[in-house]
């Protein structure tokens, strides 16, 4: 019987009502385009996470398996961060989001131990690749202050803030009856509390003595079996931390003074030893004077040398302003190693996880609140290792994300050839001892990368290939211009966190290896990739007055609302800027009333360019008539025809990269033909408003109306002012002001859209001012809800295609223009015939009027051919353009003609040429057939809500729309029918990062930053889904634990050494009894069941797991059998000793013994 599929009966349900939603005019156009072929169903399709890469967001505690080298990290929002290997990473969650306060591996066992702020403890399995929650413990009456798990053992201390110490079973996750009690472990002549319990740790000479330290700076060394205390040691101020010796006679402790008190076991009067390691030693034999509290020391020893004496904080009061530092004292000697973040915890790597034998240290890992390190203590000046992890993607802010599958094959050898030169010297040269794990197996092959932008103006290339991600290469876009270094230009202390660098889009050729990148200063670079290094005599740069929309500003003094001012330039103009050279700083009759700046200076002297990408073009906005430049909103690229294309409020500019030279500068109303039906009327003009962009201040609407409305192309001058010099001076304080204020806006994360969130339907608590500083992003989401008047560009698309209703001839080369209303336009490109002529004639581009018109701004656009596929914009092969001559034609005659040619480009006429164009805005998705300009089909995307990001992507050897909403949901349509194959309440919308950061990809693949520090990644293939768990890296790998030190001939004979402990015998319900059920709750966690999928899964790992397992028991069974025959031997000479005593004594009488 044929099973029965509910999801394809939805797929005709959705389609039916996708064909019922088209327009009147579109439906019979609609069954014309019924014979597209779609190969895409919603069994393609399924979302899941797949892995998380970046530095732990708010770390707050760490632990180290010394067996299996996996290092622990826990967080503040309650998330578990597992490393290993170079690609070994994991990431887990607690469902109650609670802080971990501590952690602890049972070494070599394949199982973690987390406490948690909200009085719980829980056990992990690692064992499997995905980990889960074997046993929780909720404590009910008492809060959990400090933990401790011996090495081997089942039984977990758990100390309390009431100073109580409870013991649980890990096995069964259950309270024993033994508790000590707080009132009978100190003398019962103290008469107050001591505090909550700081440390716990069991002697290491002998299992059976406990040593407890609570805050108030009372330690107690309690003997578990007479249930009793030892020694009691008392000092005057509270203690921090506690670190034994491993001989188990001497322990040390640090307390808040920032000393280090050493103690003898046996005596209690007064410790050993105490000492200052920061404090200033007075001459006349007086105590130091108090330094900042030792939070943490640890004492490691060494079979050949003097021990290790690590520790954190305890600096003098005197260092203000200090870093926070590591102190390494290694027998007289004393090392403090500063840090670049405050430390959260510290962990000594040794050799041996015996307690009881010299540790051997080799290495510090350091946790700190925004980096992790790790310090070489074999090496003389104590190098750090080089991390192998991605944890520095936040190293500066990020500030947008673009993420490309399926790339280039040798894109990522050329980008890490030349990032490698980038690296660090003075590393450790022994290999990173967080070695633990084993890579997954996955079947994904095909290359990954991803680009951010920070606020500092760097632009970071990483390699995301096989659920791994690797640095590759950095760029630095400041290098540019020059840096301020006068007194007047250097930032104040309030406004020191200034980032006038800071990447706002960026857009890549990958085929090419042209990059195009726009700053907030309403910059755009045009970078171009070579292999050999140059010198750059002067960086060639393009001055751009944006044009102001007349129809959206105050009319002049006596002008009618309805009469717009025609004086901007006819839309077929190809010389935007007349009698204006283009690389000079000032041009036009303006110039002389309104001068002009830039809101950043080009570099002037040479500039070094090493191998990678070089700046080959700077094109920068510049004031006009006393008014900044609007952000740049949207970026286009294009490497075959050598333009760049780029928009904001007032219009769009295409700059010719090759030639150097501006092409095109429009205002968005002009964009429209004469008798556009979607051409918005002029609307009455406001008497105040305030000028859009980041980098305008409310109160900058003083400027005079009549100013703004002018032309910067007309003849006409502005009314001249005798403070014009100052009130341009004003503007440029206010300009660098706001650029100060963006860097600020990112790391606060308020994303382009917060206004829209802030709408009636959806009210948000969040209502800062900054705000309405935030730059207008390349999204038309970032509208605000209310509509303002001004037009902006929200994307662009090069394609080859009909620009116009009535084509002559084939396609040809087009520009596809989204504005934040929802209106798509179409420029017409004219380009030389032939290469050679391409750097010599100039390229045409002429307006042709709208498209089609949808809901909400444009957020993406494609096309595709008669049959659906996808036809992707043309591109260069890459060629050096530092390249000699020579070298250039043959790379030219290699890569042949300029971009691949369209299956459809070479046929004239017939239903060959009809082309569609797919069109996805805000709130719904258009498919506009081509030339005859006619919507085929349509979508409604969404009501309640608005698609913050959208992109055509690749998906199983078919197109598709994938949309992320502000309301969390994930969706994709297919093309060309736009029917919704997916459709998953996946993620709310809590942070504004997220919308900022969001990225789709091909192959099914996504991401975005989850925290400033933290990239997710996502797919929603059902493929990779399937393949996730073979994909994933395994944590556990089965190796023996090592060999228990030796206790020696004397040792053993004179009981010096270790004394073990049957903790069963004490703690069991047995001999303990039951603990009272109102202490804790015990909950079985949702992982039984998949950590016996987990430990079922692997065939190499089972039989890796089952041959040691007979190793360790056939080992055990030949050392029975020796120990038997030994028993055997001694028993036979016992009774033959016997059998001749008897015979001796045998006729004695009881008078002759």
């Not at 200033?280 to 330094?291: A, F, S, T, V």
């Not at 990483?462 to 540019?480: E, F, I, N």
């Amino acid at each position: 019987m044929k099973k029965f599929n509910i999801r394809k009966v939805l797929d005709g349900l959705t389609a039916a009502s996708s064909s019922a939603s088209c327009s009147s005019s579109a439906a019979p156009a609609g069954r014309d385009h019924d014979a597209v072929q779609e190969s895409l169903q919603s069994d393609h399709f399924q979302l899941c996470k797949t892995v998380r890469h970046g530095f732990p967001h708010q770390p707050s505690s760490m632990t180290f398996d010394p067996v299996q080298k996996i290092l622990a990290v826990g967080t503040q929002g309650g998330a578990l961060r597992l490393f290993g290997r170079s690609g070994v990473e994991c990431y887990c969650q607690h469902e109650s989001g609670a802080a971990v306060i501590q952690l602890q591996f049972l070494i070599n066992e394949g199982a973690l131990v987390s406490a948690l702020a909200d009085d719980s403890i829980h056990l992990w399995n690692l064992r499997q690749k995905l980990p889960a929650i074997l046993h929780s413990l909720k404590f009910n009456r008492e809060r959990i202050t400090y933990c401790h798990l011996p090495f081997q053992s089942k039984w977990l201390y758990v100390g309390t803030e009431r100073g109580n110490i409870h013991i649980v079973n890990v096995e069964s996750f259950t309270l024993s009856g033994y508790v000590i009690m707080w009132n009978k472990a100190i003398e019962l002549s103290t008469k107050t509390h001591p505090g909550p319990v700081v440390h716990i740790s069991d002697n290491p000479m002998d299992e059976g003595k406990l040593l407890i330290g609570f805050e108030c700076g009372i330690v107690v060394l309690w003997d578990l079996k007479c249930k009793k205390a030892d020694y009691r040691y008392s000092y005057d101020e509270a203690i921090h931390s506690v670190a034994w010796h491993h001989e188990g006679k001497q322990f040390v402790c640090s307390h808040s003074d920032g000393t280090l008190t050493t103690w003898s076991v046996r005596v209690t009067a007064r410790p050993v030893q105490t000492t200052t390691p920061h404090g200033k030693q007075p001459k006349d034999g007086k105590k130091p004077e108090p330094c900042k509290p030792i939070l943490k020391v640890e004492y490691k020893t060494t079979r050949a040398g003097d021990p290790f004496m690590v520790l954190s904080g305890g600096l003098s009061y005197d260092t203000v302003g200090r870093r926070a530092c590591l102190t390494v004292m290694h027998g007289k000697s004393t090392a403090v190693l500063e840090m670049d973040y405050p430390i959260v915890d510290f962990l000594t790597l040794c050799e041996t996880p015996y307690p009881n034998d010299f540790q051997e240290p080799y290495a510090v890992v350091v946790l700190l609140e925004k980096d992790l390190v790790v310090i070489d203590l074999g090496q003389i000046g104590y190098p750090i290792f080089e991390s192998p992890y991605p944890l520095s993607i936040h190293e500066s802010p990020v500030t947008c994300c673009e993420y490309f599958a399926d790339c280039p094959a040798e894109m990522i050898a050329a980008l890490y050839s030349v990032g490698s030169r980038q690296k660090r010297q003075g590393y450790s040269k022994k290999e990173w001892p967080i070695s633990g794990g084993n890579w997954g197996q996955g079947t994904q092959s095909y290359p990954e990368i991803l680009i951010t932008g920070h606020a500092d103006g760097s632009i970071k290339f990483w390699d995301a290939s096989a659920l791994m991600l690797q640095v590759l290469y950095k760029l630095k876009t400041a290098k540019v211009f020059e840096r301020a270094r006068g007194k007047e230009d250097k930032p104040s202390a309030e406004l020191a966190e200034e980032d006038p660098f800071a990447i706002q889009t960026l857009t890549w050729c990958p085929e090419s290896r042209v990059l195009c990148v726009a700053g907030v200063s309403a910059h755009v670079i045009v970078y171009r990739f070579s292999k050999q290094e140059v010198t750059t005599e002067e960086v060639q740069l393009l001055e751009v007055r944006m044009q102001c929309d007349l129809s959206d500003v105050d009319s002049p003094g006596g002008e009618a609302a309805g009469e717009p001012s025609p004086t901007l330039p006819p839309p077929s103009s190809s010389s935007p800027q007349e009698g204006e050279p283009p690389l000079q700083p000032s041009t036009g009759s303006s110039s002389a009333d309104a001068p002009r700046a830039s809101c950043l200076q080009v570099r002037s002297s040479p500039l070094k360019q090493s191998p990678g990408y070089q700046v080959d073009l700077v094109v920068q906005l510049v004031w006009v008539s006393g008014e900044p430049p609007q952000q740049i909103t949207s970026l286009g690229l294009n490497s075959s025809y050598g333009l760049v294309v780029f928009g904001n409020s007032n219009g769009l500019a295409v700059v010719d990269y090759l030639q150097q030279t501006l092409l095109l500068n429009m205002g968005t109303s002009d964009l429209y033909s004469p008798a556009e039906p979607y051409q918005r009327q002029p609307r009455s003009p406001r008497k105040t408003r305030r000028p859009s962009g980041a980098l305008c201040d409310a109160n900058d609407g003083a400027a005079a109306s009549e100013d703004r409305c002018k032309s910067p192309t007309s003849g006409s001058t502005s009314p001249c002012n005798s403070d014009e010099e100052r009130k341009q001076q004003r503007f440029m304080a206010k300009v660098k002001s706001k650029s100060r204020r963006f860097s600020k806006t990112v790391a606060s994360d308020f994303a382009k859209m917060s206004r829209k969130i802030n709408s009636p339907n959806e009210q948000k608590p969040d209502s800062d001012a900054r705000d309405n500083s935030f730059s207008r992003s390349r999204s038309s989401s970032v509208t605000s809800i209310e509509r303002e008047s001004r037009e902006a560009i929200s994307s662009f698309h090069f394609c080859e295609s009909f620009p116009r209703k009535a084509p002559e001839g084939g396609p040809g080369p087009c520009l596809m223009v989204g504005t934040t209303q929802g209106a798509v336009l179409l420029l017409d490109l004219s380009l030389p015939p032939t290469a050679d002529q391409r750097l010599s004639q100039p390229v045409g581009v002429s307006s042709c009027g709208a498209l089609v018109r949808l809901k909400g701004g444009v957020m993406t656009m494609a096309l595709l051919d008669a049959a659906g596929a996808l036809l992707p914009p043309a591109y260069e092969p890459w060629y050096d353009p530092n390249a000699s001559d020579e070298d250039k034609e043959k790379e030219k005659e290699r890569s042949g003609r300029r971009g691949p040619t369209s299956p459809a480009a070479s046929r004239e006429g017939g239903a060959a040429d009809t082309r569609y164009a797919a069109v996805c805005s805000e709130k719904q998705a258009k498919v506009v057939a081509m030339p005859s300009q006619t919507v085929v089909f349509k979508h409604n995307i969404t009501e309640s809500s608005f698609v913050l990001r959208a992109d055509v992507v690749q998906m199983a050897a078919a197109n598709c729309i994938a949309c992320f909403c502000a309301n969390g949901h994930i969706m994709t349509l297919s093309l060309p029918s736009l029917r919704p194959l997916l459709d998953v309440n996946y993620l709310p919308l809590t942070d504004m990062r997220i919308a900022r950061t969001f990225a789709f990809s091909n192959l099914g693949q996504a991401l975005y930053l989850t925290s400033p520090t933290e990239v997710q990644r996502i797919t929603y293939s059902q493929d990779t889904c399937d393949n996730l768990q073979e994909m994933l890296c395994e944590l556990f790998t089965p190796v023996e634990t090592p060999e228990a030190p030796n206790r020696g001939f004397f040792k053993g004979l004179f009981g010096g050494g270790a004394q073990s402990l049957d903790r069963e015998d004490l703690f069991g319900e047995t001999a303990a009894g039951k603990a009272s059920r109102s202490l804790a709750q015990h909950i079985p966690g949702p992982g039984g069941m998949e950590g016996m999928k987990g430990a079922a899964s692997g065939v190499v790992g089972d039989l890796a797991r089952a041959r040691i397992a007979l190793d360790e028991r056939g080992q055990k069974l030949g050392e029975l059998e020796e120990r038997t025959a030994a028993m055997m031997a001694s028993a036979d000479s016992f009774s033959k000793h016997a059998h001749d005593m008897m015979l001796k004594y045998k006729d004695k009488k009881w008078y002759q013994l």
